[in-house]
């Protein structure tokens, strides 16, 4: 098995395998035919003939003694006028300040339709006597030890 490709089998180059792929390479065979008469890949091909000393054959992509075909030239880009420049806007008003109730802070109701409780503060806390019972808890004493 292959760590990369678990579950796929190697492919076992038998004689008779390998006679063929030098028969078909002394021929000039394409690797993707012979790779497809042997059920394997044209990488397995090429492989196993540079494995067995085979004749290199020269890459289909540039065959030797050619050069490079003329680059095409390239598109001249037209010179654009520069922007506009954009109108000056006025800078954006401050935000609003958010009003604080002068009374207790806790609020009533649900929102978009909520409100203070506004009764009197106690001790310059933001909240009324009941509702400070409400949202601070006063942990028990411990007893001396």
Do not use: F
Not at 61 to 69: C, D, E, L, V, Y
């Amino acid at each position: 098995m292959s760590a990369r490709n678990p579950g796929r089998q190697p492919h076992a180059w038998g004689e008779a395998a390998t006679a063929h792929l030098r028969q078909r390479w002394a021929d000039g065979a394409a690797a993707t035919l012979i790779g497809a008469e042997l059920r394997v890949s044209k990488s397995a091909v090429v492989g196993k003939a540079h494995r067995l000393g085979l004749e290199a054959r020269p890459s289909p992509i540039r065959a030797t003694g050619q050069t490079r075909p003329p680059a095409r030239p390239r598109p001249v880009k037209a010179v654009q006028a520069p922007p506009e420049p954009r109108p000056v806007l006025p800078p954006p008003p401050p935000p609003q300040e958010t009003v604080v109730p002068r009374g207790c802070q806790y609020p009533r109701g649900n929102r978009p339709h909520w409100d203070w409780c506004n009764a009197e503060v106690v001790d310059g806390g933001p909240y009324c006597a009941a509702h400070t019972r409400l949202c601070w808890i006063v942990p028990p004493r411990r007893a001396a030890a």
